[in-house]
């Protein structure tokens, strides 16, 4: 036997771990968090009200495979139960689908500017990452359809996107899935579902629910409040969602987790006036940026996009913000070196924004 160590398998080497969205080291100050696309207005009172109650049910092992929030979507959105599979987060669900239907050898194709954890999962289960040129910062379905080979077994479209903001209407998204083997699955990323009001959008949950091959993801990270809980979902042809219980772990989601998202579910109404408040803001801070003469991308997610021109001129501004606690997103990881992506805070918080940012532009 030689001494050797434990050595970790070598295509992990090739992984650049995701850094979460910076916040506060001073304990003694409030921080305006808007780097991680948050809702800083919290989640549903109903939802804080079950979490309370779930109190009560912590010496127990959860339902293994979150049959009531399974039977609420349902309810909600059609299909039936064997259409709908929980996870932690959809980072979690992104993940499994990867590790299900993708090994070495195999591709995983996305948009040149994508969420990260497509490229991180990806490499995690030996498959090889594929982009995408973007157009304008927008996917391009035709130069999507040109990088698929025989190789592709998924195709990944946050739509909208992070961090550009910027989505495909519902013809495109349909175009691409026209164009695309039936043997491929088309992941579409409703991460921002409900921030999105451009009257030409489709969430895709129809063709998850009528197609062999489409999956939508969906999280109760972003408007629903709920990041702290690791809560989302995924619908598709039932033999996709079979796959993912084949390889998930059997309490993936947690019941705190269960009872509370079936609250905040239950409470559209909380999240409808949420959404009420965001796109006013996003409207807002728009404006007002592209009157500073940033240039903002059109936002359908709950966070603008400011490219300010060079790489040295981010950096400044970002320290600058930080400097008065204000803590937003370098998105030089995806790409976008010269961009800083806000997340829509309270008013209050933005208007500190506008201040501050004008200070440091003058
Ligand atoms: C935030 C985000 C997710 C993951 O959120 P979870 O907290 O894991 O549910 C997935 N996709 C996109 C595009 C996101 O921005």
Known sequence: MTNSLPTAKPYLAAIKPYKAGKTARHPDVAPIKLS??????????KALEAFRTAAGSLHRYAESSCVALREELVQMHGGTPDHYVCGAGSDELIGLLIHAYAGAGDEILFPEHA?????????????????????????????????VNERTKIVF???????????????????????????IILALDGAYTECVDAADYEDG?????????????????????????????MCADASIIEAIHRVRSPFNVNGVAQIVGLAALRDQEYLHQQRGLMLHQRAFMTKELRALGVHVEDSQGNFVLADVGTREEAVRLMAGL???????????????????????????????????????QA
């Open 36 to 45: 991680s696309n948050e809702n800083a207005y919290g989640p549903s009172p």
């Open 115 to 147: 969420f990260l954890m497509y490229r991180i999962y990806t490499l995690a289960a030996g498959a090889t990452p594929v982009t995408a040129k973007e157009v304008n910062r927008r996917a391009d379905v035709d130069a999507l359809l040109a990088a």
């Open 157 to 183: 479209l946050a739509n909208p996107n992070n961090p550009t903001g910027t989505y495909l209407p519902a013809t495109e998204v349909k175009r691409l899935r026209a164009h695309l083997p039936q043997h």
């Open 205 to 233: 949950m129809a063709q998850a629910l009528s197609m062999p091959n489409v999956v939508v993801l969906r999280t109760f990270s972003k408007l629903y409040g709920l990041p702290a809980l690791r809560l989302g979902w």
């Open 322 to 360: 930080e400097q008065h606690h204000i803590y937003v997103r370098d998105v030089e990881a995806y790409y976008l070196p010269t961009c800083i992506r806000i997340t829509m805070g309270t008013e209050e918080e933005n208007q500190r924004v506008l201040a501050v940012w004008k200070e440091l």
